[in-house]
């Protein structure tokens, strides 16, 4: 060998020695940055959006050796900027990953800006990168590391072109000058104005006189409401810090509370009514229809304490003489909660559920299964929470759950939400739990779309039989056609996430499930009379090329688009669940066919009674779809996705978190609802675009007066690919909620019958305004001590500085609000406002309540 070509391989041997020892960066090695550029730029609806990336380590980022992985609500058409070798890449679902191109280099101390494209839009900070890690890997391209991304940010959203949504949106930015202006028909109201109770009891009957009580009460229960009595014992403890022993009695005397059940009714019902009667002899009486009427007296009860009781600072209770009799509207008033997104403890699930009773809400729908995750433990079927339980990092098509919604690459990472599930006992508590408090748990299994969490388990398990030699077990709950090449995107862009519904092994899994699932009921002697099947947004192009499917559809001839198949998979599921004495419900799309122009029309082979559709869609010229199946005879709970959406964000605020592709909805809308003319009450589309209701709705569908009782009732849903952990999730809900409860108990309001909109409009914000100042001076400050506090949302102040004076409102009036003008945070102590005043410089306003808690600042100049 030559001397020259000697001294060659020598740098070339050390060169890639020391490549290979090149030390890994840490966490904070890379230093990333990202900003939203404008979402307004283009005629198209485009967003635009980039990565700073500065390489802070010894390590050399070539064009081989790296990729950074990341969460990101998922647009489609992602184009990276030229020039910068590296490509921005959409793998499934909200998955993404950034890759070097050749000639990639990136040495200590530099950086490189990423530009790109996507479809749509991005408003928000909650709709950035998310679970940001880089893996490295060897010239073979073995993954050598994977490094979490902590030096990490993102960068404001100000400007009005990263904040609205393309040209065409109507919704206002919510400035401190906009809140002002919008709050400016607010007034503050005296204690006597305010509602006694909310939900709105049907009857009150006030004295004026009112009663002390200076020691703790007697709880006298008539047999059979034991639960009801112990439930009162153990709030009352925590409450004044002392024991309460219920006694079994019948007997009516001064310092005590007796619970007892007669045939009563309210308003015509018999179910769930009660009548609570406060004495001049200190004596309280509970009177319910039923067991449930009794504890909801007993909620009524709670919520006409003091609100003192509930920050422990009550010395004695004072309560007014009165009789209160009441029953509910509707027989239905259920929330949703999605865990499979991203995962909520049991803890966090049974203190959601002493919520619910306290508003009396009667139904828990709890979304157990989804693509990004399966959450409940079945015996038989161990490799559903094994695999599908958490998220990590993987390979697309490897039989595990990749990460999702910012879970980054290690399962249960502290902080994050990707990973967990309920253990077959967890799951009987939290039903023992809901039991006692009156409370349904309607249980979801999502088939046969949004199944990737399950299919992904059942391969696994597959793998795992097959491996051993018994391919009869390993295809006894195997849920797709390996040959399928069918290609879909789903809506929330997988493309890997529909059951192969030809395949007999199919309903077995949905069999053991079912059967897995109704084991825990009976354990726990909770009622199971609904099983919720999901059924909805199974994909354009599912089951298109596969031959398990084309045999099939040859001995089904009346069957000529794929798609319909739906309603086969949903007919034999619903033959499953008869058997076992349940009722089927879904989502909306398992009461629709496909007709031959492609339009999805109501199908009467399921309008007997047996299933039950939840009609979300109230948007996009479906408003009235709800109210054609209910005149068609199905069975229909109301979820319309513009009032009880609590996962879209409550208005356009760019650091006010959650989703917005159906617009935005605050408490007001969760409040003004019409069940029976929702027409009157959804007047703006997802755009913010006010609707002229007499026109756009003229030649919809109205519920005919004989279907009204198929209306069974109201229900909100809380969506979680936005909601991390139990704190996120009570902000969402509250107060939403709670204008929620007052729309599903209390009986028809005034409003819902004005024909006229102008006078329609000015009830509402009359009555509007009464409901939002008992919000402030009573309902909220009690949620921060009742069961343990919640953590509840505070609007922001509205403000003006004109020619140096500030004014001020808020959105429920008596909140107070503090400011400060020296550039500080508003604290507890800072100066109160009380009316315009003169400030210079900047100015921090916060709201705050009785209980000391606060808004976030608003700043204005």
């Known amino acids: 060998m030559h001397r020259s070509g000697a001294i060659l391989a020598v740098v070339f041997t050390l060169l890639a020695l020391t490549n290979c020892t090149e030390q890994i960066p840490g966490p904070n090695d ?114 050598r590391e994977i490094v979490t991304v902590d030096n990490y940010s993102v960068k404001p959203f100000v400007r009005e072109e990263q904040i609205s949504r393309h040209r065409n949106d109507h919704t206002p930015i919510p400035t401190p000058k906009w809140r002002y202006e919008n709050n400016s028909e607010m007034s503050l109201l005296g204690e006597d104005e305010l509602k006694p109770v909310i939900p709105t009891p049907v009857r009150i009957t006030r004295s004026g006189d009112y009663v002390t009580f200076t020691e703790p009460v007697t709880i006298i229960y008539q047999e059979g409401l034991r639960n009801e009595a112990s439930h009162l014992a153990a709030l009352l403890s925590r409450l004044t810090g002392q024991p309460f022993h219920p006694e079994s009695g019948t007997d009516e005397r001064p310092n005590s509370i007796l619970l007892r059940k007669s045939g009563l009714s309210v308003n015509g019902i018999r179910e769930e009514a009660y009548r609570l009667e406060i004495r001049n002899n200190r004596n309280i009486v509970v009177t319910g229809s039923d067991n449930a009427g009794v504890f909801y007296g007993i909620q009524t009860l709670t919520a006409l304490l003091p609100v003192n009781v509930f920050s422990g600072t009550a010395d004695v209770v004072r309560m007014e003489v009165m009789t209160i009799e009441d029953a509910p509207r509707f027989r239905y008033r259920g929330i949703h909660i999605d865990v499979a997104r991203n995962f909520q403890s049991k803890d966090q699930i049974l203190k959601v559920l002493d919520l619910l009773a306290y508003y009396k809400i009667n139904t828990l729908h709890f979304h157990l299964t989804e693509d990004e995750g399966w959450r409940i433990e079945i015996r038989d079927l161990p490799e559903l929470t094994e695999i599908g339980g958490q998220r990590e990092h993987t390979d697309r098509d490897a039989p595990a759950l990749h990460p999702a919604y910012g879970s980054g690459p290690f399962p249960y990472a502290e902080g994050t939400y990707g990973s967990g599930y309920y253990s077959h006992d967890e799951y009987v508590e939290i039903l023992r739990y809901a039991t006692e408090r009156h409370i349904k748990v309607i249980p979801e299994v999502n088939l046969p779309g949004h199944a990737r969490s399950a299919i992904k388990a059942m391969e696994a398990r597959y793998e795992r039989f097959m491996a051993a ?130 339009t999805y029309v109501p199908n009467p082979q399921f309008a007997d009674g047996s299933v039950i559709p939840y009609a979300w869609n109230s948007l996009w010229g479906h408003q009235d779809l709800g109210y054609r199946l209910a005149n068609l005879g199905y069975p229909v709970v109301l979820c319309h996705v513009s009032n009880f959406y609590f996962d879209l964000a409550y208005n356009k605020d760019p650091l006010e978190p959650g989703l917005y592709w159906a617009g935005f909805v605050n408490t007001r809308d969760a409040w003004y609802y019409a069940p029976f003319d929702m027409f009157k009450t959804t007047i703006k589309d997802a755009m913010g675009r006010k609707v002229n209701i007499d026109e756009e709705y003229a030649g919809m569908e109205r519920i005919r007066p004989g279907a009204r009782q198929n209306i069974l009732g109201l229900q909100a849903q809380l969506w979680s690919e936005t909601i991390l952990g139990g704190d996120m999730l009570e902000y969402y809900m509250l107060p939403k ?99 315009p005043v003169q400030v210079q410089g900047t100015v921090k306003l916060k709201a705050f309540d009785r209980s000391g808690r606060a808004s976030r600042a608003v700043t204005i100049e």
Do not use: C
């Open 30 to 143: 890379i230093e990333v940055t990202w900003e939203l550029i404008s979402n307004t730029h283009s005629d198209q609806a485009r967003t635009k959006a980039e990565f700073t990336i500065r390489n802070n380590s010894g390590f050399r980022m070539r064009d081989w050796n790296w990729a950074l992985f990341y969460s990101q609500a998922p647009r489609g058409g992602i184009v990276a900027d030229e020039g910068a070798n590296v490509k921005v890449e959409w793998i499934n679902g909200d998955w993404h990953r950034v890759v070097p191109e050749e000639g990639f280099n990136l040495r200590r101390g530099q950086e490189v800006t990423i530009g790109y494209e996507a479809s749509a839009w991005w408003i928000k900070e909650s709709d950035a990168p998310m679970g940001l890690y880089l893996v490295f890997y060897d010239k073979e391209g073995n993954e």
């Open 469 to 598: 030699g018994e391919e009869e077990r390993a295809s006894e709950f195997r849920l797709i056609d390996p040959e399928e090449t069918s290609s879909y995107v789903s809506a929330q862009v997988f493309t890997d996430n529909v059951i192969n519904v030809a395949r007999e092994s199919v309903y077995r899994f949905f069999e053991t499930v079912v059967d897995g699932i109704i084991d825990m009921y009976q354990e726990a002697g909770a009622p199971l009379e609904i099983f919720h099947t999901g059924g909805d947004e199974v994909p354009e192009g599912s089951w298109t090329e596969s031959p398990m499917i084309e045999a099939l559809l040859e001995t089904m001839p009346e069957i000529t688009d794929p798609k319909n198949l739906q309603a086969y998979f949903f007919e034999r599921a619903i033959e499953i669940l008869r058997e076992r004495g349940l009722k089927t419900a879904g989502w909306e799309e398992v009461s629709l066919l496909k007709d031959e122009s492609g």
């Open 737 to 835: 909620m709670i204008g929620f409860a007052e729309s599903a108990w209390t009986s028809e309001r005034s409003f819902e019958q004005i024909e006229d909109h102008e006078m329609r409009v000015a009830e509402a914000d009359r009555k509007w305004n009464v409901f939002a100042n008992t919000m402030a001076q009573r309902e909220l400050p009690r949620l921060s001590g009742l069961h343990g506090g919640y953590n509840y949302r505070l609007p922001l102040p509205g403000a003006v500085i004109e020619n140096g004076t500030l004014h001020a409102n808020i959105e429920f009036p008596g909140l107070v609000i503090r400011y400060t003008t020296d550039g500080e945070e508003p604290v507890g102590t800072s100066p109160l406002y009380e009316g």
